[in-house]
């Protein structure tokens, strides 16, 4: 069978599966409702065999290529999939797993990501320490058997509902800020653990502060080397990178063109120059970001990874966010801000106004993605770092500044 046949019946059966097992959109569930259908939808998904579709078949996935991966990706945006509580664990921490695991760690945790039955969030971010993560202060000291853990977190996605996280500590503050750092696996669920929720400006509370009172982290739960946890960080934000660009919304999401090019015929201008001129503008830059994305990931399975351009990815799908709210609103005008009661369509695009422009900070903001791509990609001259061979105890960054 050739390759193209093949990949023809792949997407036939995801197509069938899809449409046979992705649940009915279903608003206004409590947490533990949302929580459920997730867990029920990805074990599901593992049972069929799309779960970790281009994770080793060691470690509970499939084995597959990027092609294969694609594939799902496209047919799953015709769906509204329940995967929210998954994202930061099937993004980011499985994938730094299989690239730094040990082998007890990658089968002790995998299999359960992948089967619905853990989740798992990112503890990077503190108040003194976002685009400089690097400055974190949290800190871990070596006790007889493992590490006493203490600080604070803050901004961590799907804490609410993690089993684990992926935590950065500082564990040698006599050595240079980057040098000095470990990235371990938290319990979240040990004693010393409180998550409290924080709100956006959509009224929702998709993340958490995070704190951490004398928790216990075993000896065997690092991930990486001691003192090797910034190389270990620049894995999963590659891997953060890279999700964030690659993701694709469900089509039916009110800031999708298709979407949009409805709200211009209900609107009455969808045959108006000055309309159309700009969501032709808006599909090109859309169809050009899912272009760079395969190529991307073609380029990846031949053995060449993203590395910068993932900034570029993530940069072009937050602007694309950025574009996208203000077609929206200009069409909409003032529906977009308040509606009649039977208008379904109002709120919709209200929560989707206000949740897009997150994209432009969460995973590295514009401006950090701007510099990575200037130093990494374009060659132009390093931002000066007057602090990155002094030792982090004698640093005044973060929160040490007073
Ligand atoms: C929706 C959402 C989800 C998130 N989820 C997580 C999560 O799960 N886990 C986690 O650890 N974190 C998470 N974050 C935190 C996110 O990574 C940080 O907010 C982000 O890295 C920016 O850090 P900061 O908020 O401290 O802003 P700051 O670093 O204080 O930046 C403030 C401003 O200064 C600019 N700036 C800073 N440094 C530079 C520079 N060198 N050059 C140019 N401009 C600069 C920034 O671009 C920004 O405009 C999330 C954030 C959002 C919005």
């Given at each position: 069978m050739s390759v193209l046949t093949e990949q023809q019946d792949y997407r036939s059966g995801v197509r069938a599966w899809l449409r046979d097992h992705a649940p009915e959109p279903a608003d206004g569930l409590d947490a533990n409702a949302v929580l459920r259908r997730a867990k029920d939808f990805q074990a599901a998904l593992y049972q069929a065999g799309y779960a970790g579709i281009t994770w080793p078949k060691d470690v509970g996935g499939q084995g597959l290529g990027t092609a294969e991966a694609q594939i799902f990706s496209d047919e799953a945006a015709e769906h509204e999939l329940p995967s929210g509580p998954f994202i930061i664990g099937m993004g980011m921490c499985g994938p730094t797993l299989v690239d730094l695991g040990t082998p007890e760690q990658k089968s002790r945790y995998l299999p359960k990501l992948l089967s619905g039955e853990e989740i798992w969030c990112q503890l990077f971010s503190e108040p003194g320490a976002g685009s400089d993560v690097a400055s974190l202060q949290a800190k871990a000291v070596r006790t007889d058997d493992g590490w006493v853990f203490n600080g604070q977190k803050v901004w961590t996605t799907n804490a609410q509902w993690a089993d684990y996280g992926a935590v950065l500590a500082r564990t040698d503050p006599d050595r240079t800020k980057h040098a000095g750092i470990t990235m371990f696996i938290v319990d979240m669920h040990a004693p010393g653990v409180t998550v409290r929720p924080l709100r956006d400006m959509t009224g929702r509370a998709p993340f958490n502060e995070v704190y951490f009172d004398d928790v216990h982290l075993a000896a065997d739960s690092v991930i990486g080397e001691v003192n090797q946890g910034w190389a270990a960080a620049v894995t999963m934000l590659g891997h953060e990178r890279v999700s964030i660009g690659a993701s694709r919304r469900p089509r039916s999401n009110p800031l999708e063109f298709a979407s949009l090019v409805e709200l211009a015929r209900a609107a009455g201008v969808a045959g108006e120059p000055g309309a159309r001129a700009r969501l032709a503008h808006l599909y090109a830059h859309e169809r050009a970001l899912e272009l760079f994305n395969v190529r991307m990931r073609q380029e990846t399975a031949a053995g060449n990874p993203p590395g910068a351009r993932g900034s570029v990815a993530k940069l072009a799908g937050a602007m694309l966010q950025r574009r996208a709210i203000e077609v929206a609103g200009d069409l909409a005008g003032a529906d977009a801000a308040a509606w009649e009661p039977d208008n379904t369509r109002g709120p919709e695009l209200a929560l989707g106004i206000n949740s897009a422009p997150a994209a432009s900070i969460a995973g590295g903001t514009n401006e950090i993605q701007r510099g990575i791509i200037g130093e990494r990609i374009l060659g132009l001259p390093k931002e000066?770092?007057?602090?990155?061979?002094?030792?982090?105890?004698?640093l005044k960054v973060g929160t040490q500044r007073t």
């Open positions: 000066p770092q007057v602090d990155r061979d002094v030792p982090f105890r004698e």
